[in-house]
């Protein structure tokens, strides 16, 4: 039942966040229109997810490919419905690449050690890696809010994760050094494509 959730709740906001675009104050627009903001809701939705009795790793991965493909499907109807084109093979192609590790992080959050620490360095830095790139590339158009609050965010997760779960020299180095590699191949990955992060 939980996972049927996920792929209603995953499909239905994707569409939300379409029409999102026109009612988000300025400051909280860039949610509905980055890679962070649809991370964000399939971290949540496979996080819960993984809360459920028997839920295993496996499970988290394909729900996270499944969360992402569908908040793609779900945008792209929402913004057929509202009269605008959208092409979703670019990002429902990320979503079947990247959401698996997605939903593995997000199920392993709840774990110690070096597992909670390779989820962290994903999560932390598509976060820090986005916020950076909207800095420096978009925050001229979009304003610096959301960006700002993005990176934020994902340092308060990262310093979370080390005081609570992340034990150990190995452990922690490889959730700063992952963070730092992450957020600079994210960084790095929407130069090479020339793109603001946009959904549409």
């Known amino acids: 039942m939980r996972a049927l959730v996920v792929v209603a709740a995953s499909f239905l906001l994707g569409g939300l966040t ?17 890679s962070s903001g649809w991370t964000l809701l399939t971290v949540l939705l496979v996080a819960w997810f993984a809360g459920a009795p028997r839920a295993r ?32 093979l670019l990002f429902g192609l990320v979503g079947v690449v990247a959401g698996p590790f997605v939903g593995v992080a997000a199920a392993w959050l709840r774990t110690q050690g070096v ?10 830095g598509i976060g820090v890696g986005e916020g950076t790139y909207g800095l420096l590339t978009v925050a001229e158009h979009t304003g610096a ?25 190995w452990p922690v180095v490889v959730t700063v050094a992952g963070t730092a590699v992450v957020a600079g191949a994210f960084y ?3 130069i090479w494509l020339g793109t603001v992060g946009s959904l549409g």
Not at 115 to 124: M, V
Request: overall charge positive.
């Open 18 to 34: 379409s029409y999102a675009q026109g009612f988000l104050p300025d400051a909280a627009s860039p949610f509905a229109n980055s």
């Open 57 to 88: 790793t496996w499970h988290a991965a394909v729900l996270g490919a499944a969360s992402f493909v569908l908040l793609v499907l779900g945008y792209t109807v929402a913004a057929d419905l509202r009269g605008f084109v959208y092409h979703p």
């Open 115 to 124: 597992r909670a620490a390779l989820a962290t360095a994903l999560l932390a």
């Open 145 to 169: 809010t959301y960006w700002v609050v993005a990176g934020v965010a994902s340092l308060v997760l990262l310093a979370a994760m080390l005081a609570r779960r992340v034990r150990g020299t």
């Open 188 to 190: 790095s990955a929407y």
